[in-house]
Every structure is written in structure tokens, then in C-alpha cells.
């Protein structure tokens, strides 16, 4: 019999651990000692279980037997192809057969899904990110980056963090750079890479660099406006098995959407794309940050995401420039127009309900292991993530480009992962250090963040702005109302 890793799989070593995550399902697991030695001989490549617990025989020795040694890994493997992680047959063909592929005629693609719970004869901890976050916190280490492969771009949104004026003085990274880049990011274990920009679809070398990182056995996202994508570079898209493409879509009236990107026709072509995309059975997530332009129209959007099976991500709170400037935020939502999204988003989709009803909140998190909780950091920018632009420099994270912490063309990646004085101290940044927010009522609403905290109030990473708080207690307020007005 014949075993590899699915096509969505991914296995990396973490710590010591076994680490298994897929980009279809959305599961991931981690394990120990016998379960880390076993995902450690398993690959991308067919390989017949005899020929694994031969080698698993050398590394255990006489304590176990060979009959005993095999029927655990054949325990082990069953599990996880079950769960989609792995895939066996008899024959090269037959995995292939039997690997599943993206489409959004499955019953329930990942476009659409918002409960990834995990079901396992196992005893399963569901929130592999936190127990990665506390591995980390001992010792750092770099599990994702976004790279801005270009600061051009073909649009001029009235309410990006992005200023203008990098735009308009654009440039891209070169190809071998950015290989350069992911090769050492491959070396050291890295796992999720972000391509975005600017509009990462205006550099040249797009269809090439996403064939290097899945060459690099890199998971991929895109973050792109898709306008200047071309029709040819669509089955690579495919080929290359991108994890998910995240697009904004502002609003189903051209005008409004062609408005906030100042770009006149740029709704028809993004539209145009996305359903190009769909097509091709390419996931697709939309991105509809509200505005006072647009937030009227959330239930357009929500209806024609539905109806190609996709997700809609809606951010009420806009995050200021990131050269500290906040003209953007006049196009912000007031509290009251938030509170009339938050209805629209609860009492018209189905999935977010269902996800409030069901998610683990910040405060029972919390009581469950105070001591342990207030030592947790509230992100992981600069801590399992940060971000690379185009002229090299690092940031913590994508937003926070006024705390440049190293540059690729200067410094190693690996330099500067371990040794930036300034990613130490956002390191040293924790839930305690915010104990106002720790006995906060509406703690369990709200969307605490660094980065806003610190474009929006001049470099003050720890200034807290009461639009936030507002907006929290008003969500609170929203959900427990819906919640009693429908109780069965």
C-alpha cells in the first residue's frame, strides 16, 4: 500500500512537534514524540508503508515490535485520511483518484464554511493557533509572511492604509530577490506566504513567483483588486493550487464601488474576474470594508456572494494610514452606521450567526487560565508573522509600515526575525498590558489591535480610541438583543 500527503496538505516540525495543517478543510493538528516521528516520513512523494516502518524500525530499535510498530502507523495514517490529510491506495493513480480537489459544487466548499471543528476519535485541542502562540512566545519563530511584491497600483481606494504617494512612486521587487526571500524562508521552516502589493497582479513575474512557492511547498493567498488580472494567468491560478484568492468588492452599484477606488469601470472588471475565477474553481474570498459610501449596501453583496458560494469578510473599523495620517477615516463608519451593519450582518447571514453562537469567547478564555492569559500576546505580528515590501524593508505586520525593523537587501531575514531590537519589544506586548480591556464588559465584541491603536494615534501603540470601545459595547449590545428577541 501506498501513502503521501493530499494535495492541500502541508507537514512541517515545529518545536519538536509534528505539525499537519490543510488548506482545503481547514484542519490542523500537532503532535508528539511517536505521531511527530510519523508525519516526519510521510511527503508529497508515494511511498509504500513497508518501506516507512523500515525506516521507523532503525529509529526505534528493539523497543518495539515490527508487527506492532506498523499496525500503529497504519492507525495513524487511517486517522488523518479520513480527516483528508493523507490519501492511500495501491497505485499512484489511485491517490491520485482519490486526492480531492477545490470546487464550488462540493457540498460544502471552504468559500462557504465557517465551522472548521474537528471530529476524531482522538482527544483534538481546536485552537492549534494558541498553542503555537505560546511555543512561540519561548522562542519566535516565522511561520508566515506577507510580501508586498510591488508598491504600484492600479487604484487609488479613499480608504487605504496605503498612502497614495508610495503608490505613485512604485516599484517592484525583482524576481530573484524574491527567491533569494523564499528560499530562506523555506530553509527555516516558513509555511504560509501572502502575495499582495500595490496590486500584486502588475508585477511581471506574478505567474513565476507563485510557481516558485508552491515549488518551495509554500501555502499561497492572494490578496489582489483583480483588475489587472489576465485571462491566461487564470489556470495557473489553478495549477498552482492557490489556497485562496481575497478580493475586494465595495458594492453591487458600479458607481459606488468605482467611487471608493477613484478607478472609473474598475466594478465591471473586478466582477468580471471574480466570476472568471469561480469558473475556474479557484476559491474565492470578498473583502467589503464598510464606508459611509457604501454600507447601505452590505445585503447586495452578502446575496451575490451567496449565490456563488463565497464568503464576504465586512471590517466596520478602518485602520488610519500608515504614515500616521488619518484623512482617511472621514470615509469611517460613525458608531450608529455601525450598529446598522452589525444588524444587516446578523439578521441576514446565516454563517456568522452560527459562528457567534459557537466561537469561544476572550472572556472564557481568559477565566479558564488567567495567570497564563495575561502572558499571551494580542496578535502574531512580529511574533509567527510580518510583512516584506517591495524596496526590502520588514514590518511587523502588513498596516504598521511606519515600524520598519530591518531590510532584506541590508540584513539576513533571519537576522532580523532574532535579533531586531524593535520586533523584541512588540514581542514583549501582552494582554496584561491592556487591563482596562481584561475587566471590559464588551471584551468578548471587540477588535483590539496594535496597529490601529498606533497609526491612529500618532505611534502610540498602547492609546486605546474610544470609536473602538463604542463600537464593541454596541455589538455586544446588538447580538445579546437578536439572541433574546429569538430564543426558541
Same mark, same amino acid.
Given at each position: 500500500?501506498?501513502?503521501?500527503?493530499?494535495?492541500?496538505?502541508?507537514?512541517?516540525?515545529?518545536?519538536?512537534?509534528?505539525?499537519?495543517?490543510?488548506?482545503?478543510?481547514?484542519?490542523?493538528?500537532?503532535?508528539?514524540?511517536? *505521531?511527530?516521528?510519523?508525519?516526519?516520513?510521510?511527503?508529497?512523494?508515494?511511498?509504500?508503508? =513497508?518501506?516507512?516502518?523500515?525506516?521507523?524500525? /532503525?529509529?526505534? #530499535?528493539?523497543?518495539?515490535?515490527?508487527?506492532?510498530?506498523?499496525?500503529?502507523?497504519?492507525?495513524?495514517?487511517?486517522?488523518?485520511?479520513?480527516?483528508?490529510?493523507?490519501?492511500?491506495?495501491?497505485?499512484?493513480?489511485?491517490?491520485?483518484?482519490?486526492?480531492?480537489?477545490?470546487?464550488?459544487?462540493?457540498?460544502?466548499?471552504?468559500?462557504?464554511?465557517?465551522?472548521?471543528?474537528?471530529?476524531?476519535?482522538?482527544?483534538?485541542?481546536?485552537?492549534?493557533?494558541?498553542?503555537?502562540?505560546?511555543?512561540?512566545?519561548?522562542?519566535?519563530?516565522?511561520?508566515?509572511?506577507?510580501?508586498?511584491?510591488?508598491?504600484?497600483?492600479?487604484?487609488?481606494?479613499?480608504?487605504?492604509?496605503?498612502?497614495?504617494?508610495?503608490?505613485?512612486? *512604485?516599484?517592484?521587487?525583482?524576481?530573484?530577490?524574491?527567491?533569494?526571500?523564499?528560499?530562506?524562508?523555506?530553509?527555516?521552516?516558513?509555511?504560509?506566504?501572502?502575495?499582495? #502589493?500595490?496590486?500584486?497582479?502588475?508585477?511581471?513575474?506574478?505567474?513565476?513567483?507563485?510557481?516558485?512557492?508552491?515549488?518551495?511547498?509554500?501555502?499561497?493567498?492572494?490578496?489582489?483588486?483583480?483588475?489587472?488580472?489576465? =485571462?491566461?494567468?487564470?489556470?495557473?491560478?489553478?495549477?498552482?493550487?492557490?489556497?485562496?484568492?481575497?478580493?475586494?468588492?465595495?458594492?453591487?452599484?458600479?458607481?459606488?464601488?468605482?467611487?471608493?477606488?477613484?478607478?472609473? #469601470?474598475?466594478?465591471?472588471?473586478?466582477?468580471?474576474?471574480?466570476?472568471?475565477?469561480?469558473?475556474?474553481?479557484?476559491?474565492?474570498?470578498?473583502?467589503?470594508?464598510?464606508?459611509?459610501?457604501?454600507?447601505? *449596501?452590505?445585503?447586495?453583496?452578502?446575496?451575490?456572494?451567496?449565490?456563488?458560494?463565497?464568503?464576504?469578510?465586512?471590517?466596520?473599523?478602518?485602520?488610519?494610514?500608515?504614515?500616521?495620517?488619518?484623512?482617511?477615516?472621514?470615509?469611517?463608519?460613525? /458608531?450608529?452606521?455601525?450598529?446598522?451593519?452589525?444588524?444587516?450582518?446578523?439578521?441576514?447571514?446565516?454563517?456568522?450567526?452560527?459562528?457567534?453562537?459557537?466561537?469561544?469567547?476572550?472572556?472564557?478564555?481568559?477565566?479558564?487560565?488567567?495567570?497564563?492569559?495575561?502572558?499571551?500576546?494580542?496578535?502574531?505580528?512580529?511574533?509567527?508573522?510580518?510583512?516584506?515590501?517591495?524596496?526590502?524593508? /520588514?514590518?511587523?505586520?502588513? *498596516?504598521?509600515?511606519?515600524?520598519?525593523?530591518?531590510?532584506?537587501?541590508?540584513?539576513?531575514?533571519?537576522?532580523?526575525?532574532?535579533?531586531?531590537?524593535?520586533?523584541?519589544?512588540?514581542?514583549?506586548?501582552?494582554? #496584561?498590558?491592556?487591563?482596562?480591556?481584561?475587566?471590559?464588559?464588551?471584551?468578548?465584541?471587540?477588535?483590539?489591535?496594535?496597529?490601529?491603536?498606533?497609526?491612529?494615534?500618532?505611534?502610540?501603540?498602547?492609546?486605546?480610541?474610544?470609536?473602538?470601545?463604542?463600537?464593541?459595547?454596541?455589538?455586544?449590545?446588538?447580538?445579546?438583543?437578536?439572541?433574546?428577541?429569538?430564543?426558541?
Amino acid at each position: 500500500m501506498l501513502v503521501r500527503q493530499s494535495k492541500n496538505t502541508f507537514i512541517r516540525s515545529y518545536f519538536g512537534k509534528g505539525y499537519i495543517s490543510n488548506q482545503l478543510t481547514r484542519f490542523d493538528r500537532i503532535y508528539n514524540e511517536t *505521531g511527530a516521528d510519523f508525519l516526519h516520513e510521510i511527503s508529497r512523494v508515494p511511498q509504500s508503508v =513497508d518501506s516507512i516502518i523500515e525506516r521507523l524500525q /532503525v529509529l526505534y #530499535g528493539n523497543s518495539v515490535t515490527h508487527e506492532a510498530l506498523k499496525a500503529e502507523f497504519l492507525s495513524f495514517v487511517e486517522e488523518l485520511v479520513q480527516t483528508k490529510f493523507l490519501v492511500i491506495g495501491e497505485t499512484t493513480e489511485e491517490l491520485d483518484a482519490k486526492d480531492l480537489d477545490f470546487s464550488y459544487d462540493m457540498e460544502n466548499p471552504k468559500t462557504m464554511v465557517n465551522d472548521f471543528t474537528q471530529h476524531s476519535k482522538d482527544v483534538l485541542d481546536e485552537n492549534t493557533q494558541n498553542m503555537m502562540l505560546e511555543a512561540t512566545l519561548r522562542q519566535p519563530r516565522l511561520n508566515g509572511i506577507q510580501f508586498e511584491l510591488t508598491s504600484r497600483c492600479n487604484e487609488r481606494c479613499i480608504h487605504c492604509y496605503i498612502p497614495n504617494a508610495k503608490k505613485n512612486s *512604485g516599484a517592484d521587487m525583482p524576481f530573484e530577490k524574491v527567491k533569494s526571500i523564499i528560499d530562506e524562508f523555506a530553509d527555516n521552516g516558513g509555511l504560509q506566504v501572502t502575495l499582495s #502589493g500595490g496590486e500584486v497582479f502588475l508585477h511581471k513575474d506574478i505567474i513565476p513567483i507563485m510557481k516558485y512557492c508552491r515549488e518551495k511547498d509554500m501555502m499561497i493567498t492572494i490578496l489582489s483588486n483583480l483588475v489587472a488580472l489576465r =485571462d491566461y494567468q487564470i489556470p495557473f491560478l489553478k495549477e498552482y493550487n492557490v489556497s485562496t484568492v481575497q478580493v475586494s468588492l465595495y458594492s453591487m452599484d458600479a458607481s459606488v464601488h468605482d467611487l471608493i477606488t477613484t478607478v472609473k #469601470g474598475s466594478f465591471d472588471k473586478t466582477k468580471a474576474a471574480i466570476e472568471k475565477l469561480v469558473k475556474a474553481d479557484v476559491p474565492i474570498v470578498i473583502s467589503c470594508p464598510m464606508m459611509k459610501v457604501n454600507y447601505k *449596501g452590505y445585503k447586495e453583496v452578502l446575496r451575490y456572494a451567496q449565490s456563488i458560494r463565497c464568503k464576504v469578510n465586512v471590517d466596520v473599523i478602518m485602520m488610519a494610514q500608515a504614515d500616521l495620517d488619518t484623512n482617511n477615516l472621514a470615509n469611517r463608519l460613525s /458608531v450608529e452606521e455601525s450598529g446598522e451593519v452589525i444588524s444587516d450582518i446578523i439578521e441576514n447571514n446565516a454563517d456568522y450567526r452560527k459562528a457567534i453562537s459557537e466561537m469561544a469567547s476572550f472572556s472564557s478564555m481568559m477565566y479558564a487560565n488567567y495567570d497564563n492569559f495575561v502572558k499571551l500576546p494580542l496578535c502574531g505580528a512580529g511574533i509567527n508573522d510580518c510583512c516584506i515590501a517591495e524596496n526590502g524593508d /520588514v514590518y511587523p505586520c502588513a *498596516g504598521w509600515q511606519d515600524m520598519v525593523v530591518g531590510n532584506v537587501y541590508k540584513q539576513s531575514l533571519k537576522d532580523i526575525w532574532d535579533n531586531s531590537d524593535k520586533l523584541k519589544t512588540i514581542r514583549g506586548v501582552t494582554q #496584561g498590558d491592556f487591563p482596562q480591556c481584561l475587566e471590559c464588559e464588551a471584551q468578548d465584541y471587540c477588535s483590539r489591535c496594535l496597529v490601529r491603536n498606533y497609526n491612529e494615534s500618532n505611534g502610540d501603540m498602547f492609546k486605546l480610541n474610544k470609536h473602538f470601545c463604542d463600537v464593541a459595547f454596541l455589538n455586544k449590545k446588538i447580538v445579546e438583543d437578536y439572541w433574546t428577541k429569538n430564543k426558541s
